[in-house]
Nanobody, 123 residues
């Protein structure tokens, strides 16, 4: 069974930090790019960050560049999203997803979705 288990969300004050984790199982981790999307109520999911299968390419949405960092621990089949200098506008449900790959324009061909983890940033 394919599972993408996202965790690490919570309530934080503006300027604070959170680290999201996405633990993958049930598929060959190295064959997919794991990325993060966020979604606010009433809007579609937007790509936040991803890393290519060979680690050579990382993508960040303009809104998070310089504040968020994606990393991967292949031994643990886990991808992390370090979120620093959080802003109230970062408030959203964050989803991890497995895609065919990650390009400079974002995730390519999302195949599997995980459940969301809520991030709330208070002002």
């Amino acid at each position: 069974e394919v599972q993408l288990q996202a965790s690490g969300g919570g309530l934080v004050q503006a300027g604070g930090s959170l680290r999201l984790s996405c633990a993958a199982s049930g598929f060959s981790f190295g064959d997919y790019s794991i990325g993060w999307f966020h979604q606010v109520p009433g809007e579609g999911r937007e790509a936040v960050s991803c890393v290519s299968t060979n680690g050579a390419i990382t993508y960040y949405a303009d809104s998070v560049k310089g504040r968020f960092t994606i990393s991967s621990d292949n031994a643990k089949n886990t991808v992390y999203l370090q979120m620093n200098s959080l802003k109230p506008e970062d408030t959203a449900a964050y989803y991890c997803a497995a895609s065919g790959d990650c390009s400079s324009d974002g995730p390519v061909r999302v195949t599997y979705w995980g459940q969301g983890t809520q991030v709330t940033v208070s002002s």
